[in-house]
């Protein structure tokens, strides 16, 4: 279950977009992730955050995770290798940029950026780590490694499980590399990805169908249970939202009690929180690269500079709720004239004219 925080905690926290920090890596590439200490609302959230940077044969070796999470192609093309658990066979997925993964508990991974590949393959991590060791940040169990499982068990132990003689389980513990991420020696094969392991197990975001598409506004596409059904187990939505210059998101909050955690995936812009008595608690500039996480309930807006905006979130729940405030599908639209006059204090003219406008936008603000 999640933490839930006090008001004051919430209010007094610091929201501004971080940038991750390296964990580990060699050669072949790195991890880096945030961390609760300098992004408090991860923990607030119980959310963790990471990304994978891949060199050209690149191999991020086989682990597991104590969370749940989706997993979003930033740049590049490769393969992942999954396991799901109790499953009798890895499936090995050929992966592009745009493409979102649904990592439930349990499923096993590696991940490979192709010997002749000219560019890095970057993969975002977003996940619940409600059930984690540490609350606000993954924690990953190589299987192979310096701190693999392999090298924690006795000689004797490996050599039962897997009915080794002494000296051959003494020599595969001794000879396990010493990073999680390596990088493959030329000339070594690696599994082929099999277009037909993508079925039911990857979504690309680029590629789908659009859920609001609004020229010279932004466009939207939202990942649930119902493009993706994976996303049911792993209890997290998601969206990627473009935004074209100067152009508006309308501000909105989750009306279903779920945090929205946001990584900025290129382009740059201003963003402003507002949250509980009216208080704006967030204002600041994002650019590639960053993250930031808006509370419960609180209204977020964004505005891009004049390369535009793209982000990717994850909420959390599978099938998220928003309700947006400005708009033809603004709350403002539903409530009564008379009710509006009052509350805003004003008179019914400027009531009018108030309702009379954004008539036909929706939820992406073209600059005037």
């Not at 209010?11 to 790195?30: Q, R, V």
């Not at 897997?162 to 010493?178: R, Y």
Request: with cysteine; charged share 20%.
């Amino acid at each position: 279950m999640v933490q839930r925080n006090s008001n004051a905690e919430v209010m007094s926290m610091d929201l501004s977009p971080k940038m991750p920090a390296k964990a580990y890596g060699g050669e072949g590439g790195a991890y880096y992730d945030w961390s609760p200490a300098d992004l408090p609302m991860l923990g607030a959230a119980s959310i963790g955050a990471a990304k994978l940077h891949l060199a050209a044969g690149g191999l991020s070796m086989p682990s597991y995770s104590d969370s749940a999470k989706v997993a979003y192609v930033l740049q590049g093309a490769g393969a992942c290798g999954l396991v799901l658990p109790e499953a009798a066979k890895e499936k090995v997925i050929p992966i592009k940029t745009g493409d979102t993964l649904a990592l439930p508990f349990g499923a096993v991974t590696w991940w490979h950026n192709a010997q002749d590949s000219s560019a890095e393959l970057v993969v975002l991590f977003l996940g619940d780590t409600s059930k984690g060791h540490v609350n606000g940040k993954f924690t990953n169990f190589q299987l192979t490694g310096a701190t693999g499982i392999f090298t924690g068990f006795s000689t004797e132990f490996v050599a039962r499980a897997w009915d080794l003689d002494q000296d051959s389980a003494a020599k595969i513990v001794s000879t396990q590399p010493g990073s999680g991420i390596v990088k493959i020696p030329q000339g070594h094969k690696m599994p082929e990805p099999r277009p037909e392991d993508r079925e039911g197990m990857v979504l690309n975001c680029l590629e789908a169908p659009l859920d609001v598409d609004i020229p010279g506004g932004g466009r939207v596409m939202v990942l649930n249970i119902a493009n993706l059904p994976l996303v049911k187990e792993v209890g997290l939505g998601a969206d990627l939202v473009r935004i074209d210059g100067h152009s508006m998101c309308s501000p909105g909050f989750s009306c279903d009690s779920a945090y929205q955690v946001t990584y900025i995936v290129r382009g740059s812009g201003r963003v402003q929180v507002v949250g509980i008595d009216g208080t704006r608690v967030l204002e600041t500039r994002v650019e590639g690269g960053c993250l930031f996480i808006v509370p419960r309930f609180f209204v977020v807006s964004k505005i891009a500079d004049d390369t535009g905006l793209e982000w990717f979130s994850i909420i959390t729940t599978p099938n998220p709720i928003f309700s947006h405030l400005a708009g033809k599908t603004s709350v403002w639209k539903a409530i009564s004239p008379a009710v509006l006059e009052t509350a805003f204090n004003t008179t019914p003219e400027m009531e009018k004219m108030f309702r009379s406008k954004r008539l036909d936008s929706e939820i992406f603000f073209a600059p005037n």
